[in-house]
C-alpha cells in the first residue's frame, strides 16, 4: 500500500509564488510517474504536470511556462513550483503517483489534496 501526503498549499495573491510537496511511502519498489491534479469548485479534476521515472515532464497549456514540476528519487518526492500565479488556479492539487510494489503489483494512489487559493 502507498501513502501520498502532500504540503505547500495556501493563500497566496495573484503573481506570487507557492511550492507543493508530495511525499510517497509504502513498499515501493519504483515509481514509473508523479503528477499533480487540481480540481476547482465545480468543476472536472485535471492533469496540471507529470514526471516521470526518466524525468520526461509534460504540461498542461493553462500552465506552461509558469509551473516547473520536478521529483527526488531518493526521497520518493515530487515537487510542483508554481509562479506568477492567478486566480484562475484556485483549486484542490492532487498528488498522484504510479508504479511497482515490492510484490510486483501495480499501484495508482491518490493524496488527500491540498488547497491553493489565489487573490486578486
Known amino acids: 500500500q502507498v501513502q501520498l501526503v502532500e504540503s505547500g498549499g495556501g493563500l497566496v495573491q495573484a503573481g506570487g509564488s507557492l511550492r507543493l510537496s508530495c511525499a510517497a511511502s509504502?513498499?515501493?519498489?519504483?515509481?514509473?510517474?508523479m503528477g499533480w491534479y487540481r480540481q476547482a469548485p465545480g468543476k472536472q479534476r485535471e492533469l496540471v504536470a507529470y514526471?516521470?521515472?526518466?524525468?520526461?515532464?509534460a504540461y498542461a497549456d493553462s500552465v506552461k511556462g509558469r509551473f516547473t514540476i520536478s521529483r527526488d528519487n531518493a526521497k520518493n518526492t515530487v515537487y510542483l513550483q508554481m509562479n506568477s500565479l492567478k486566480t484562475e488556479d484556485t483549486a484542490v492539487y492532487y498528488c498522484n503517483a504510479r508504479g511497482v510494489l515490492v510484490d510486483q503489483r501495480g499501484f495508482d494512489s491518490w493524496g488527500q489534496g491540498t488547497q491553493v487559493t489565489v487573490s486578486s
Open positions: 514526471i516521470t521515472n526518466g524525468e520526461s515532464t
Open positions: 509504502g513498499s515501493i519498489f519504483y515509481i514509473n510517474v
